[in-house]
């Protein structure tokens, strides 16, 4: 909807041209000697006036004057006129009271009132360059219609500065609203109301109070220090239509914009900082856009709670004390394109949510991890830039998300998952001090990622999990596994720590892994496991094997410094590998009923085979046999 401040004063000043053009249209004037009752006299009994003045004829100050405006008329006033409703330094009563339609009121200064204007049921009404301080309220509003209130100054009084009430078509601009003790704009039950341009600061409570109105613009305001929210917008049965923009908001002690039970409402273009609690809170509310927003220096950048279908676009998102984004309990969320910097928090956490999309934005310089979750399921993660964030890129907990297509660099660690079924592919993740992936739980995937410079590569504890087709670079381990039935498979390991792959479990398989690495290739604890279709170049040991029933079949191992293939268990089966060049055993068997069968060996520099144990059966070995000992049993 589009809110328009001069339409509505177009539409005014014709309701009033209309209404009081007549062939007996007059107006009058009065002076500081008239007292309230003469004044009330001439309003009452006066059949043809449609104006009245009040003029400064003795300094312009007229006491204790309280009228009915029972008719439609255009009061103004002499510059420095003021009334003034102090009796025995106790405010009293109401300087004007309007009960009819197209009534205008301007100039004045108004104070030491209960109330200095108050109107209900009228319509077509306009308040203008007044200046109402010092009163118990300023300017009250009650079931009124196209009403203006424009370039008035409202300060210091005892509660609302401007309080409208079940009214529609109103637009409060450019007006000056300080040190009011309650809001200095309360607007409740209303309709089509226009927020703009006002200077608001200093107030006890809110700044601006909504509560249960729709099709609401507040715009292009300054809100600033005041004693609770700057903005506030609450509703039971959700505010439509309300659209807060381009307004700057700042070191208020509440949040800057609090949004509580609402729908289709967008937050755009706003500068929010410095207030005590969080920049932008929106709780129980659906189908907002919150969009191109500075928000800095508040305790969490942006809140959302309990709701759905929020769209975050674009916004900046800077130095927050806690979190940049704090997503609980919500479902739907988009987050594209924002960001998120130097948050001494997280950059953003996810708790309790689903269903939400994180893509493109800017994570970086964050004293937490750029993204965290915990109980999450069902989010995509995908396509987002996290740099230099101090704990972890990415630390999520819960089932069935997706972290895709991600570029994390210099973090201490790179991607935390804990839960099922998630996906972590495609990602780039690089300069990382501890590991690159840490993944917790059982049945999820790591495909087709790229970890360069990291300390150390994967590590896993869980089951039925799945590591494909990723290209890992290493200071220390490549992959580290605890737990059964995982699937490592297709990887390009380059380790310059102790193992290229390390694993404790049992129903593991590793196949089609290339493995370069200083120490061990692969070293296994665990039964049933199968190791196959590996290249293997080590400076240690190729494949290093303790447990039982074991397969390692199909491993090319080239140059080890010390074995080719080393087992201490039972049962274990090696068969078609290839080994050439190790410094010391090509097989070293520790252990009964071992099958060896199907191998290429060559050029080892000690034995090529050594059995320790019983029952251990050789076959079909082909042996490239060098000056040594090409079989031993002990």
């Given at each position: 909807?589009?809110?328009?401040?001069?339409?509505?004063?177009?539409?005014?000043?014709?309701?009033?041209?209309?209404?009081?053009?007549?062939?007996?249209?007059?107006?009058?004037?009065?002076?500081?000697?008239?007292?309230?009752?003469?004044?009330?006299?001439?309003?009452?009994?006066?059949?043809?006036?449609?104006?009245?003045?009040?003029?400064?004829?003795?300094?312009?100050?007229?006491?204790?004057?309280?009228?009915?405006?029972?008719?439609?008329?255009?009061?103004?006033?002499?510059?420095?006129?003021?009334?003034?409703?102090?009796?025995?330094?106790?405010?009293?009563?109401?300087?004007?009271?309007?009960?009819?339609?197209?009534?205008?009121?301007?100039?004045?200064?108004?104070?030491?009132?209960?109330?200095?204007?108050?109107?209900?049921?009228?319509?077509?009404?306009?308040?203008?360059?007044?200046?109402?301080?010092?009163?118990?309220?300023?300017?009250?509003?009650?079931?009124?219609?196209?009403?203006?209130?424009?370039?008035?100054?409202?300060?210091?009084?005892?509660?609302?500065?401007?309080?409208?009430?079940?009214?529609?078509?109103?637009?409060?601009?450019n007006n000056i609203l300080e040190k009011n003790s309650g809001s200095s704009i309360s607007v409740q039950s209303s309709d089509s109301v226009n927020l703009e341009k006002n200077y608001v600061k200093n107030n006890l409570n809110d700044g601006i109070y909504l509560i249960e109105s729709n099709n609401a613009n507040i715009s292009d305001n300054v809100i600033e220090e005041n004693g609770g929210n700057g903005i506030s917008l609450e509703s039971i049965d959700y505010s439509n239509n309300v659209n807060i923009n381009n307004n700057v908001v700042k070191k208020n002690k509440g949040h800057g914009i609090n949004v509580d039970g609402s729908s289709k409402f967008s937050i755009c273009n706003n500068t929010v900082e410095e207030n005590n609690e969080d920049g932008i809170s929106v709780v129980y509310c659906e189908n907002i856009d919150i969009k191109n927003n500075n928000v800095s220096k508040n305790n969490n950048g942006?809140?959302?709670?309990?709701?759905?279908?929020?769209?975050?676009?674009?916004?900046?998102?800077?130095?927050?004390?806690?979190?940049?984004?704090?997503?609980?309990?919500?479902?739907?969320?988009?987050?594209?394109?924002?960001?998120?910097?130097?948050?001494?928090?997280?950059?953003?956490?996810?708790?309790?949510?689903?269903?939400?999309?994180?893509?493109?934005?800017?994570?970086?310089?964050?004293?937490?991890?750029?993204?965290?979750?915990?109980?999450?399921?069902?989010?995509?993660?995908?396509?987002?830039?996290?740099?230099?964030?101090?704990?972890?890129?990415?630390?999520?907990?819960?089932?069935?998300?997706?972290?895709?297509?991600?570029?994390i660099s210099n973090s201490n660690i790179g991607i935390i998952s804990s839960g099922m079924s998630n996906l972590i592919y495609n990602n780039t993740i690089k300069n990382i001090k501890n590991h690159g992936i840490m993944l917790y739980d059982d049945s999820n995937s790591i495909n087709n990622n790229i970890l360069t410079n990291c300390n150390m590569g994967v590590y896993l504890d869980g089951s039925r999990n799945k590591i494909m087709n990723n290209k890992i670079t290493t200071k220390s381990d490549g992959v580290s596994i605890k737990g059964d039935s995982n699937t490592v498979s297709n990887n390009n390991i380059n380790s310059k720590g102790n193992y290229g792959i390390k694993a404790v479990g049992s129903k593991n398989t590793f196949s089609k892994n290339t493995i370069t690495s200083l120490k061990y290739g692969i070293n296994l604890k665990g039964n049933k496991n199968k190791i196959m279709s590996s290249t293997i170049k080590s400076k240690y040991t190729g494949v290093s094997v303790k447990g039982n029933s074991n397969l390692i079949?199909?491993?090319?191992?080239?140059?080890?410094?010390?074995?080719?293939?080393?087992?201490?268990?039972?049962?274990?089966?090696?068969?078609?590998?290839?080994?050439?060049?190790?410094?010391?055993?090509?097989?070293?068997?520790?252990?009964?009923?071992?099958?060896?069968?199907?191998?290429?060996?060559?050029?080892?520099k000690k034995h090529e085979i050594i059995f320790k144990g019983k029952k251990n059966v050789f076959k079909k070995t082909k042996l490239i046999i060098n000056s040594h000992y090409y079989l031993l049993y002990n």
């Open positions: 909807m589009n809110f328009n401040k001069k339409f509505l004063l177009i539409i005014f000043l014709i309701a009033v041209f209309y209404s009081l053009s007549s062939a007996s249209a007059a107006s009058y004037s009065v002076t500081e000697n008239w007292d309230s009752i003469m004044i009330q006299d001439l309003l009452d009994n006066t059949g043809d006036i449609t104006s009245l003045h009040f003029k400064d004829t003795l300094g312009g100050l007229y006491n204790n004057i309280m009228l009915t405006i029972d008719k439609s008329i255009n009061i103004t006033c002499d510059v420095g006129v003021v009334l003034n409703g102090f009796y025995e330094d106790e405010r009293w009563g109401g300087a004007f009271d309007i009960l009819v339609d197209n009534v205008s009121i301007s100039g004045f200064t108004i104070t030491g009132y209960n109330q200095a204007i108050s109107f209900s049921g009228a319509n077509n009404i306009g308040i203008f360059n007044n200046n109402i301080s010092d009163n118990n309220r300023g300017i009250s509003v009650e079931f009124g219609e196209n009403v203006s209130i424009a370039n008035n100054t409202v300060n210091d009084n005892e509660f609302s500065g401007i309080d409208i009430d079940s009214s529609r078509n109103i637009n409060v601009s942006i809140s959302i709670y309990s709701s759905e279908k929020i769209n975050l676009n674009d916004n900046n998102v800077k130095n927050n004390s806690q979190n940049g984004l704090y997503i609980d309990s919500s479902e739907k969320v988009t987050v594209d394109n924002n960001v998120i910097d130097g948050n001494r928090g997280d950059g953003i956490t996810i708790d309790y949510s689903f269903n939400s999309l994180f893509t493109y934005n800017n994570i970086k310089n964050n004293l937490g991890s750029g993204t965290s979750g915990i109980y999450s399921d069902y989010n995509n993660i995908t396509k987002n830039t996290l740099t230099n964030n101090k704990e972890t890129g990415m630390n999520f907990e819960g089932d069935n998300n997706a972290f895709k297509n991600n570029i079949s199909g491993i090319k191992s080239n140059k080890n410094k010390k074995h080719g293939i080393e087992i201490r268990g039972n049962k274990n089966t090696i068969k078609k590998n290839t080994l050439l060049k190790s410094v010391c055993h090509a097989i070293l068997i520790n252990g009964n009923s071992n099958k060896i069968t199907h191998n290429t060996i060559s050029k080892n």
